[in-house]
């Protein structure tokens, strides 16, 4: 027992001067390097007594200090235990043989010191009686010594009995007493006893306060680290004025700062300081620009006098970064903290650009509630924000509308230290937090490593997103009939044993291997065996074999027989069809030689038909009786938003790499074939970021388009449909929306003609026109073909589609592939078809890009999806033919494949 930390430096010195200073200088000695390690420098001969006394009271704490001082308190226990254990033996009750022992140790002064040594909680009552008790036991052992002194002088037997009968009179009276006062002590002590009790009491009480006050304590300490602080706004003395600005451009394109409002003691005021200098335009040097057009933050500026013109000042401003702005995004429909974080797992549509966000909906008690978040708990695309999968919880603000300022229908909190969270959030349970980190990891790129094909790694991450999470360990301990701590004991054994399984090797089984492997007459000997047990233990079905053997051999004679037949008559047809063929080939010519007659007569008829329709019109003219025949409702025109995929179902594209690799997966459920989706993308990438419009025309022409927008940003293309007439609101839907993939329907209404190239000359979102019959394109402007690209969609797609999209989206930090310098390719070709500069350049600027996405510099796709598009819809088909199979077709560089396709496709000529 350590005594030494219950005494107070008072007490101690006091048990110190009891073992004496002598006493302690020796111990001292007989240390000397624990000694010189608490008084480096000195010796223990060289220091006094009282020295040693007063460096056991400072290095109280020191191992060997405390153990010598204890040690000395046990002897002195044991001592006195000794002197009252003798006088009990001689009649004496406990409580008297104890203060007789007292009174003649060293403790009879300092009997409170005695009892907190020994641990006896005793009342300052009963110490008190205890210290009276023993002084009178003093005084009369004194009286008495002094009776005896006096007796050894002379005092005669008389006297002396006389002495000591007065003297045992006065004992017993003196016993009797200290009965008295024992008797009281123990009713005292039966009190104290009883008030310890009520202590004991009220210290569990304090006890089970503080233990609420400590769970305090831990719930506001979690909310102070997730505390939002930017620390004090201290004021530059160079740069005296601070403002939010939001950054712009002026009529020149420079960009600007915009002053919105002044900045006072950490507090957006919302309006301007009176003693600032009036300027609502600060200057800003484009280089020190933290973010883009619209970039909203907090600067220091002055006002300094302008050198070149001094009737104006000039303005020089400082970006402070360690100061930001916490966002406000207000989430429309909802009406719960559970519906405000459902929607942001499942995604918002929304643009964001702050390091700061505070995610909030109105509530029914009249305030905003909402999550604060940083660019680290979200998923953000250029379109859409989400949370992350690992996000486990997030602090909860309140606000009201004067916590808010308001720029251009954004939203900024006006502090910018908000302070300590009302409470914590829990976004999501562990389990579901387990799982989407194994589905985070469980990458398409991952597994196609591994050998799995798209479809595999499909279906077994829609076996992740389906595994329970909800009521296991309740599941668990139900049918173990055990409690929840072992049903979680259970399910993490069978994890951890999973985990050895999955992931250990089997040691046993590839040394015997590697043993067999490296000893020929072993492999033979074990072959052998096992040949053996394989044979007795198959017996019956290797004679079933040898069986099926044998029929197979007599059936493979039969067919030999019948293949022999088979090829005399293959002769005799063979002869047969050159007959055919011949006679084929004479009518074939006929038939040509006809239809050179009837377009001859054709063109003729055209030159007098403007005259017959004269005179049909006059010889029947319409009467005034005549009823016109009820003409159809026009059909308004429309835009519609696409529709998005599931947000958690998406791959993350964290480049352009990757996106090409989603593309590609996307247009096998188009119905686009194999041999041709990677190009194909290529291909309509190259036109997204040189924002070429395309035309596409044929089947699954809308599927395509749907495909490469659920590829790009996880949603389905946004539908403009062209009908009656042009209509300024539908156009300002579309302009006005976030949509960045638009597919144009019935592109060739006459009234929307002369407004489509302003239409598709916008550069914010990519167009693409849809039409399912490519043979209309025949009878189109081809002027239409300087503005959209075509792209006939018979010549790569060889199935219908599935429309089974899992779509992507881009990473944060996403970077679109950098468009090349466009290479004259086919000049000749394009020159020969008379191909307008602009539609060649747009051309060859996709095809330039497409070559350096796939890494490929073949033809083939050129043809495929530039060229024989264009020779069909302008009717330069002979061009084409001419260019590639009179001579040419060396230099086309195309292969033998392509060739033959479009030979095919085409058809004869004469």
Known sequence: MNHVEKLTDEELTYICNLITGKEIKKYFQNNPQKFSKIYPGFRPNGISEKKAVRLMIRYRNEPFIVSFVNDRIVLLLKEINTQKNDLIKEGKDSESALLLTLLQTVFSERLDLY??????????????LAKSAVQLLSVKQENALSAVLETEKGVDSVTLNEQLSNAKAEWEASEDNYIRNIEELEVNVE?????LADTEMELEQAKVKI???EAELIEINKLEKKSVFSGEMVCDAEYPFTSLCKVVHDYERRLRLARLSDIKDGVILGSYLSDAPAYNKLYIKEKQTPGSEGFVGVWDWRVVPNLNDPTKDYILSVYKEKYVPAEIIIVQDCSSMNELLEKLKYGIMDTIVSRKMLFVYWNENG???????TPKDLDITENRVKLKSNVFSLPEFLLTSEDMFAIDRRYFHRRFNLGRPSKIIRVKNPLEIVKDILMQRTTWMAMKQKGFAKIEYQNFNSFLRELPTDGLYEEIADACECSMTEAKGFVEQFIETADQYLHNSDLEGEVLSCCVKNHPTLMEACEGLVAEKWKEKNALQIAEANEAFEHIQEKTVRQSEFLEQLDKEYTETKEKLDDVLRELGRQEQLAADVEKEVSDRIERAKSHA?????????????????????????????????????????????????????????????????????????????????????????????DIADA???????????????????????????????????????????AWNPYLPEIIADKNRFYIGIHPFSEDLLIEPNSLFYYMVPLLTEHFVDKHSTRKFVGGCMTEGFQHYTSA?????????????????????????????????????????????????????????????????KGAAKESLASSEVLSYIHTYLGETE
């Not at 009190?191 to 008030?195: M, P």
């Not at 539908?719 to 993939?741: A, D, H, P, V, W």
């Open 115 to 128: 009892f907190k040594i020994v641990e006896q909680s005793c009342s300052e009552e009963y110490i008190r």
């Open 191 to 195: 009190k104290t006893r009883q008030k």
């Open 211 to 213: 233990e609420g006050l």
């Open 367 to 373: 305030i905003y509630e909402g999550v604060f978040c």
């Open 610 to 702: 403007a005259e017959f329709v004269a005179n049909m019109a006059f010889q029947f003219p319409i009467g005034a009786g005549m009823v016109a025949m009820p003409r159809a409702d026009i059909p308004a025109a429309d835009f519609l938003k696409g529709e998005y995929l599931p947000m958690e179902e998406l791959e993350l594209n964290h480049d352009w790499t990757e996106l090409k690799e989603t593309i590609r997966f996307e247009f096998f459920e188009a119905g686009v074939s194999e041999t041709y989706a990677e190009a194909l993308g290529a291909y309509m990438y190259a036109a997204y970021v040189n924002h070429v419009p395309l035309l596409l025309a044929g089947p699954c022409a809308r």
């Open 708 to 750: 490469f927008s659920a590829a790009l940003f996880g949603c389905m293309a946004a539908t403009l449909r062209l009908e009656g007439n042009y209509s300024n609101s539908i156009m300002e839907q579309c302009f006005n929306s976030e949509e960045k993939i638009i597919a144009i329907e019935n592109l060739f209404c006459s």
């Open 821 to 885: 310098a466009a290479k004259p390719y086919h000049n000749k070709l394009f020159c020969d078809m008379k191909m307008g500069i602009l539609g060649r350049n747009l051309v060859q600027q996709i095809l330039t890009d497409m070559h350096i996405i796939l890494e490929d510099d073949s033809f083939d796709y050129d043809y495929i999806f530039a060229i024989l598009p264009y020779a069909y819809v302008c009717d330069r088909i002979d061009v084409l033919r001419s260019h590639l199979f």
